[in-house]
């Protein structure tokens, strides 16, 4: 089946760094999303592309669906603390299931 | 609006009882899911509802049963379930069918088998 490579696996940061995470994939995706999720709590979107090479922004953060479909980046500019969670890629094809990567776990110190 | 809910927040059972699970949505979306997810490993699909008809199975244990009684509503109905079966349960929605459109996801309801 389909499988998406997520990195980093954690990442401990402070406060007002950068933040970049990746997924990659073998397969060709058609759409790719990225959530967090807040312990306890449901996956929340965060951007959601839909054209290859499209650069999306949502405030502080920035996503990029790649040229060749099968990979994405997402980038977090200045974080602060309640940028912790988890961060999940998913990607997205027609008649088939999301897939989910296994997530980037942030840590922001103060 | 991109809400979906679930009720209840919480949930704590012994192995004998019977609970449900209930999420609903009024974004006028077609196809609604049911996944299951452990602490820190991604949401793991259960099933999938599109156009009210149960469409996809994945070959969940039958003390898992999934109601769809109009658009809106998405109930899971659960029955002498096993302590292994503890984890957040969470409903999403999508506009469309499977893989068409994105998912929207509910809050989640933490379940815990005694």
């Known amino acids: 089946g389909q499988q998406l490579n997520q990195s980093p696996q954690s990442m401990f940061i402070q406060e007002g760094e950068d933040v970049s995470m990746n997924c990659t994939s073998s397969?060709?995706?058609?759409?790719w999303l990225w959530y967090k999720q807040d312990p306890g709590e449901g996956p929340v979107l965060l951007i959601a592309l839909y054209k290859a090479g499209e650069l999306t922004s949502n405030g502080r953060l920035t996503a990029q669906f790649g040229i060749t479909r099968k990979d994405s980046f997402l980038n977090i500019s200045a974080s602060i603390p309640s940028d912790v969670g988890i961060y999940f890629c998913a990607g997205l094809t027609s008649g088939s299931r999301l897939t989910f990567g296994e997530g980037t776990q942030l840590t922001v110190n103060p | 609006d991109t809400e979906v809910t679930q009720t209840p927040k919480h949930l704590v059972m012994g192995m004998t009882n019977k609970k449900s699970l209930k999420c609903e949505q009024h974004?006028?979306?077609?196809?609604m899911y049911w996944y299951k997810q452990k602490a820190k490993k991604p949401p793991e699909l259960m099933f999938v509802?599109?156009?009210?008809?149960?469409?996809i199975n994945e070959s969940v244990p039958s003390r898992f049963s999934p109601e769809c009684p109009n658009s809106s509503l998405l109930n899971l109905h659960l029955h002498a379930l096993q302590p292994e079966d503890s984890a957040l349960y969470l409903c999403?929605?999508?506009?469309?069918?499977?893989?068409?459109?994105?998912?929207?996801f509910g809050p989640g309801t933490r379940l815990t088998v005694l």
């Open positions: 999403a929605s999508s506009q469309g069918d499977l893989g068409a459109d994105t998912q929207y």
């Open positions: 397969s060709i995706f058609n759409t």
């Open positions: 509802y599109s156009y009210e008809k149960l469409s």
């Open positions: 974004m006028g979306h077609r196809a």
